[in-house]
Nanobody
């Protein structure tokens, strides 16, 4: 059974940084394309960043040059480094497989506010 546990969220001022982490069990991040998603109040969940088996990364335009997705094969985790945060980044962030939506974790709240 696949389990996804996100952590690292919080409240930061605009321009601040956060690093999210997702502990994955049941599948290996080494052999699966993984992604971070987010859902803001009143909005649908959207794909924010993804990483393929070869390490290629993709980002939604609104976070390019600010967010970085990475995996740690030894710890079986997926991380999202978020810099230069903006109020519009406020959302609950989730990790999951890029193509197979396993049961969603509880997510981690990110709030960007002055």
């Amino acid at each position: 059974q696949v389990q996804l546990v996100e952590s690292g969220g919080g409240t930061v001022q605009p321009g601040g940084s956060l690093r999210l982490s997702c502990a994955v069990s049941g599948i290996s991040v080494r052999w699966n394309p993984m992604a971070w998603y987010r859902q803001a109040p009143g909005n649908e969940r959207e794909l924010v960043a993804s990483i393929t088996l070869s390490g290629d990364t993709n980002y939604v335009d609104s976070v390019k040059e600010r967010f970085t997705i990475s995996t740690d094969n030894t710890k079986n985790t997926v991380s999202l480094q978020m810099n230069s945060l903006k109020p519009e980044d406020t959302a609950v962030y989730y990790c999951n497989h890029l193509a197979i939506y396993y049961r969603w974790g509880q997510g981690t709240q990110v709030t960007v506010s002055s």
